[in-house]
């Protein structure tokens, strides 16, 4: 049993020594292993074994996540759509939380303040993640941030995106969070098949 690396390392993967006979692999038209295995241990979920030889299209990479366009209500394919944010809302709510901050701040930087500076705190609503068809985009002319639908066909996929925006600071103040809980059971914005 050897342990290796897919892709970009982003994927660990199980590659088994044994001679059970793997499916052929319908897109390269020769034998790879591409079958699904469980890993053992504590954490560990469905892992795929795979031929090194067979590319990542090899790879029988089911499709876990569907996004669904929030103005029709219909499946979004690979490449009409996409999952996005808007910049200029998100950049409105960071520049309101932080004009409340340095209000607040003392001296060392720390904020500090009493019951009436807690109530002055604004309460801000959450910029929304949504997914839409190109076309049927209400703010298509607007700046956006665009996570492509083809770009998030797994959880995996969904877990790699996640890593971009958590190191902007404008995540935040967005509701990524409920995009991240849709992942598991599906929502408004994302169809998930069973885990």
């Known amino acids: 049993m050897v342990l290796a690396r897919s892709g970009k390392g982003r994927s660990l993967l199980r590659q088994q020594a044994h001679n059970t006979p793997a499916p052929p692999c319908p897109l390269a038209g020769r034998a790879c292993e ?28 089911t499709r876990e996540l569907t996004l669904i366009c929030q103005e029709c209500s219909r499946p979004i394919s690979d490449d009409v759509g996409y999952l996005w944010a808007h910049t200029a809302k998100m950049n ?32 801000l609503e959450k910029v929304s993640w949504q997914a839409h068809h190109r076309d049927r985009d209400p703010a298509r002319e607007a700046s956006h941030y665009r996570i492509a639908a083809d770009k998030l066909r797994t959880r995996a996929d969904l877990l790699e995106w996640t890593a971009h925006p958590m ?29």
């Not at 600071?169 to 599906?186: F, I, P, Q």
Request: glycine share 8%; charged share 30%.
């Open 34 to 61: 591409a079958t699904r295995t469980p890993l053992s241990g504590p954490g560990w979920g469905m892992g795929r074994s795979i031929d090194p030889s067979c590319s990542p299209q090899e790879a029988h990479i």
């Open 167 to 195: 190191e902007k600071a404008w995540l935040r103040s967005t509701d990524w969070r409920d995009v991240l809980r849709e992942a598991r059971s599906g929502g408004k914005r994302l169809a998930a098949t069973a885990l």
């Open 92 to 123: 409105a709510v960071q520049r309101t939380e932080r004009a409340w901050q340095e209000r607040h701040a003392d001296a060392d930087g720390s904020l500090s303040f009493d019951l009436a500076g807690l109530l002055e705190n604004p309460d």
